[in-house]
């Protein structure tokens, strides 16, 4: 009988790929959804599902291990005592809980690194509370009914690193996270500007010998320095000042308490007052015996802080010799002005500096490009243009003599005309699948900025206007949220409500995904090719293909809306044949019957085109699988098993193409498929590939 078949296969696809199960790590977050879910379904007598959760989450549900001290054990019990507790005969009547909504003004707020607060707008229907919040932080209140707020604050940040965290509000069954940062902390070294150094000679127990500058001599015991410094932050801390003396040959002065790098150190505090110049005293260093500063000449004088140098200058120490003092003095340069600091209005003008020196002449460097120097004998004249900015600038500019250099700084305040800032709308309401609305803002600052904008919304910037876009609410309730617009130190709040899609039609545009049963009508043959020929066979050789009809689930999901009509269909289907054919065996005509069964795997991309809600069409290429469960043929009450064996293969793999229209919930397509694999046994001469020439099929998709 062999030699009246040819050779058949069916070929089984296994496109569904198993996911292997892996070993999670707690998730804290999915733990409380869980939790307050089950518990919530405790409270309206459902314990059944109740208990269901709770033991789902014992079990590893949201990972293991469990936090310490965790109460999902006493649920459990609780909801199998209510279980099994005797029925009453009164009937309980459970009235209808409203769906509990909630939802924040934002979803991210950043401080600053000294610390501040922040207000967050918390909307709901029902009662509230906070579950967890940073450790770094406090709020004002742990709950609340309805519409309410919270303010959220923390202290200066004293580490170099960013802190982060999460606020999370909780209500019923539903949980609002809101990520907090806090700016790393501000350096010691940027928080004061060291403007001058003076150098005493003092005894050990701090007696002035020789006073702040007066003529110091190799005979100097303790050299003490006194720092004059601008403060730059706002909040008092001790912060630590090293220093380096370094004698004329290049040497630096060591002793045995010196820390490593450096001569000496002191700890000042720093008060935060910002107003004007400041004076410390470091302590000084040198020996009772007067030995540490025996060779005459210019000694190197630098101030470090965390490993930034803040300041450098030189101080000259006299040798005790009247003569040799003459002639060195003589060689030393001295410069010495009359501020080290110059302040302006908005308006501009003009300050002088008196210069003393005793060099030949000084030179002023780096003055900024809006101020402009006048000279006259020992005078100088600082002329600073007027700031048409309402931000304050400063800067700063060199008066060097010989080796000499004094730094003088420049401070300009700002307009000070009253700052406005201003916006059409306060509010904004979108509806539910999203859109754009455009707010003019008007201001007299020079430049405005948006901050903490929801994560469902953005906006976009242009000149005197906002251009705010919200995305499409995927959510079952409405959401609410606010951002910021900041000109200078003016600040407005423009609130963003959004409703929920009332009654979505599952089948509207836009939908991502839906399931449905499918039923099909299938041919399908094998091609055989010797590469000179090519011939085409159903299961007999008088037959061009053999029918077969399918029946299974098809699952079209879509990306998401933003890629529009873009997405994957797939599915699982049963698919039977059977055909049937008199052949002539030893003189005698029998009716022989195929018969098999399969299974059928697609995996198309696919790209839908809806023109209205209810009618699009659809285009969709990809891979087929089939796997062939069983293959026989029955003759006159006897069964050939073996097929696949002897001429068959079980498993084919097809690339597929086709294309369908949608009515409402009714999808027909149309699908052929070309075989990728080759059937044929290893030397047979020719190739076999497995084809479906058409597949006709109507869905039913929910």
């Given at each position: ?15 569904l790929?198993?996911?292997?199960a ?17 518990m ?7 314990y ?5 959760i709770?033991?789902?989450?014992k ?17 459990i019990?609780?909801c199998n ?16 809980q409203p769906?509990v ?8 707020i950043?401080?600053p690194?000294?610390?501040g ?12 509370r906070v579950?967890?919040?940073?450790s770094?932080?406090?709020?004002d ?10 303010t959220?604050?923390?202290e ?12 999370t ?19 010691d ?6 403007t ?12 002035v ?5 007066s003529?110091l001599y190799t ?8 720092v004059?410094?601008?403060?730059l ?9 090293d ?21 000496y ?6 008060s935060?007052d910002?107003?004007?110049?400041k ?5 000084g ?11 005459p000449?210019?000694?190197t ?5 965390a490993?930034e ?8 120490i ?8 003459q002639a ?17 209005t ?6 002088d500096?008196?210069?003393t ?8 460097k ?7 120097v ?5 005078t100088?004249t ?16 060199e008066?060097?003599?010989?080796e000499?250099s004094?730094r ?11 700052l406005?800032?201003?916006?059409s709308?306060?509010s ?23 901050r903490y904008?929801?994560?469902?919304c953005s ?7 906002i251009?705010?876009?919200?995305n499409?609410n ?14 200078g ?10 409703p ?6 599952p089948?509207a ?5 839906r399931a449905g ?13 010797d ?8 299961f ?17 999901s ?18 039977y ?7 002539d ?25 809806d023109f ?34 002897e ?10 193409f ?24 290893k030397?047979?001469g020719?190739t076999k590939?497995?084809?479906?020439g058409?597949m ?7």
């Amino acid at each position: 009988m062999g030699k009246k078949f040819y050779i058949i296969f069916l070929i089984v696809t296994m496109t569904l790929a198993a996911l292997a199960a892996h070993a999670q790590q707690f998730d804290p977050k999915r733990y409380d959804q869980q939790r307050a879910k089950a518990m919530g379904l405790y409270s309206s007598r459902n314990y059944k599902n109740a208990l269901s959760i709770f033991e789902a989450i014992k079990k590893g549900g949201c990972g293991l291990p469990l936090p310490a001290g965790n109460d999902i054990d006493s649920w459990i019990k609780k909801c199998n005592d209510a279980i099994n507790a005797p029925a009453v005969t009164a009937p309980v009547v459970t009235p209808k809980q409203p769906v509990v909504t909630l939802s924040a003004s934002h979803d991210k707020i950043s401080l600053p690194s000294l610390g501040g607060s922040k207000t967050i707008n918390v909307y709901s229907n029902s009662s509230w509370r906070v579950f967890d919040s940073p450790s770094w932080c406090t709020v004002d209140r742990s709950s609340g009914s309805n519409n309410g707020s919270i303010t959220i604050s923390c202290e200066s940040n004293t580490m170099m690193t960013q802190r982060v965290g999460t606020l999370t509000l909780l209500a019923g069954n539903n949980a609002v996270y809101i990520n907090v940062d806090q700016a790393e902390g501000i350096p010691d070294n940027q928080r004061i500007r060291i403007t001058g150094v003076e150098f005493a000679d003092k005894d050990k127990s701090g007696t002035v010998i020789s006073d702040f500058g007066s003529t110091l001599y190799t005979t100097t015991q303790y050299l003490a320095p006194k720092v004059t410094y601008l403060n730059l932050v706002p909040e008092a801390k001790k912060i630590r000042l090293d220093y380096r003396i370094i004698d004329p040959n290049g040497t630096t002065q060591k002793g045995k308490t010196s820390p490593d790098g450096y001569t000496y150190y002191t700890e000042i505090p720093v008060s935060g007052d910002m107003s004007g110049a400041k004076y410390y005293g470091l302590l000084g260093w040198g020996s009772e015996a007067g030995t540490a500063y025996q060779t005459p000449g210019n000694y190197t004088f630098e101030i470090w802080c965390a490993g930034e140098m803040l300041y450098r200058t030189s101080v000259f120490i006299t040798k005790t010799n009247s003569t040799t003092t003459q002639a060195v003095v003589a060689a030393a340069t001295a410069l010495a002005v009359s501020s080290s600091e110059l302040s302006f209005t908005s308006d501009g003008g003009n300050n002088d500096i008196s210069v003393t020196t005793n060099a030949a002449s000084y030179d002023v460097k780096y003055l900024p490009a809006w101020c402009t120097v006048g000279r006259s004998g020992n005078t100088i004249t600082i002329r600073c243009s007027a700031n048409t900015s309402t931000q304050s600038r400063k800067d700063w500019f060199e008066i060097t003599a010989g080796e000499k250099s004094e730094r003088i700084y420049i401070l300009q305040a700002g307009r000070t005309v009253a700052l406005s800032l201003n916006a059409s709308s306060s509010s904004l309401t979108f509806s539910g699948s999203g859109g754009s609305q455009t707010v003019a803002i008007t201001t007299n600052a020079d430049n405005f900025e948006v901050r903490y904008v929801p994560s469902w919304c953005s906006v976009s910037k242009s000149s005197g206007r906002i251009t705010v876009t919200c995305n499409y609410n995927h959510e079952k309730s409405a959401r609410h949220g606010a951002f910021e617009v900041y000109a200078g130190t003016k600040s407005i709040t423009i609130a963003i409500a959004q409703p929920a899609v009332k009654a979505r039609n599952p089948f509207a545009i836009g939908s991502t995904g839906r399931a449905g049963v499918s039923f099909g009508y299938v041919q399908k043959h094998w091609k055989f090719s010797d590469g000179v020929t090519t011939e085409k066979y159903g299961f007999w050789d008088n037959t061009s293909s053999i029918s077969g009809y399918q029946a299974g689930v098809r699952i079209n999901s879509y990306f998401s809306p933003k890629l529009f009509g873009l997405g994957l269909t797939y599915g699982a289907f049963y698919e039977y044949y059977q055909s049937g054919a008199n052949v002539d065996l030893d003189g005698e005509t029998y009716y022989v019957t195929f018969k098999e069964h399969s299974i059928y795997v697609p995996l198309h991309l696919t790209y839908r085109v809806d023109f209205t809600r209810q009618f699009g069409i659809f285009i969709s290429g990809g891979l087929g699988a089939d796997y062939g469960i069983e293959a026989k043929l029955h003759l006159d009450g006897e069964t050939s098993d073996g097929l696949y064996d002897e001429t068959f293969k079980r498993f084919n793999l097809s690339g597929e193409f086709g294309g369908g229209i949608r009515y409402g919930v009714l999808n027909f397509s149309a699908v052929c498929s070309t075989g990728l694999l080759d059937q044929a046994e290893k030397g047979a001469g020719y190739t076999k590939k497995q084809n479906k020439g058409l597949m006709l099929t109507l869905g039913l998709i929910f």
